[in-house]
């Protein structure tokens, strides 16, 4: 069975950083694309940034919002994906959600999410 | 950018009905289309790829088709388990992105 384990939200005051994690079991995490998927307080879904598998060379893609202050990497030894945020704002308050792809479909598990809360 | 458009953004229907949610891509996106459910205080679930291709376990009362701009997930025989938010997702180009979402309530 899949699972997702998100950790390190929290907060944050404006301008400072924050690194998430992403803990994968139950697949074969290498052959998976893992993305960064978040969620404002009572809006709609926001796609962030994704980390290519390593057919892919484990290319990077970002959202226009978060391009140069968010990096995703991956560490396929330890199953993990992580996203470092720097430069935070409040708008960037949201659960962000680790989510896995496998060939031909699209977000097909997620995890339970992680609060991130950007205030002073 | 391409931008996705839901309609209805809310809709009101009883147990039993057939209810289906509109989504409209800016311009084409082929059939990167994915569909997904979100219950409150939940992560979502993925429902549908690739426009019309159910996801593992989804039962067949969920479908969804179209292709290009313009696609539709139809929901048939509501149960009081369907009654959430619906969210459509293009995956032709970068940045991808998700429609607002469509919440489904009982009438």
């Known amino acids: 069975e899949v699972h997702l384990v998100e950790s390190g939200g929290g907060l944050v005051q404006p301008g400072g950083s924050l690194r998430l994690s992403c803990a994968a079991s139950g697949f074969t995490f290498s052959d998976h694309v893992m993305d960064w998927v978040r969620q404002a307080p009572g809006k709609g879904l926001e796609w962030v940034a994704r980390a290519g598998n390593k057919a892919s060379g484990h290319a990077t893609e970002y959202a226009t919002s978060v391009t140069g202050r968010f990096t995703i990497s991956r560490d396929d030894s330890k199953s993990s994906v992580y996203l470092q945020m720097n430069s935070l704002e409040s708008e960037d308050t949201a659960v962000y959600y680790c989510?896995?792809?496998?060939?031909?479909?699209?977000?097909?598990?997620w995890g339970q999410g992680t609060q991130v809360t950007v205030s002073s | 950018d391409i931008q996705m458009t839901q309609s209805p953004s809310s809709l009101s229907a009883s147990v039993g009905d057939r209810v289906t949610v509109t989504c409209r891509a800016s311009r084409g996106v082929a059939s990167s289309l994915a569909w997904f459910q979100q219950k409150p205080g939940k992560a979502p679930t993925s429902l549908i790829y690739a426009a019309s291709t159910l996801d593992t376990g989804v039962p067949s009362k969920f479908s969804g088709s179209g292709s290009g701009s313009e696609f539709t997930l139809t929901i048939s025989s509501l149960q009081p388990e369907d009654f959430a938010t619906y969210y459509c997702l293009q995956y032709k180009s970068y940045p991808f992105t998700f429609g607002q979402g469509t919440k489904l309530e009982v009438k």
């Open positions: 989510t896995s792809t496998q060939m031909g479909k699209v977000f097909d598990h």
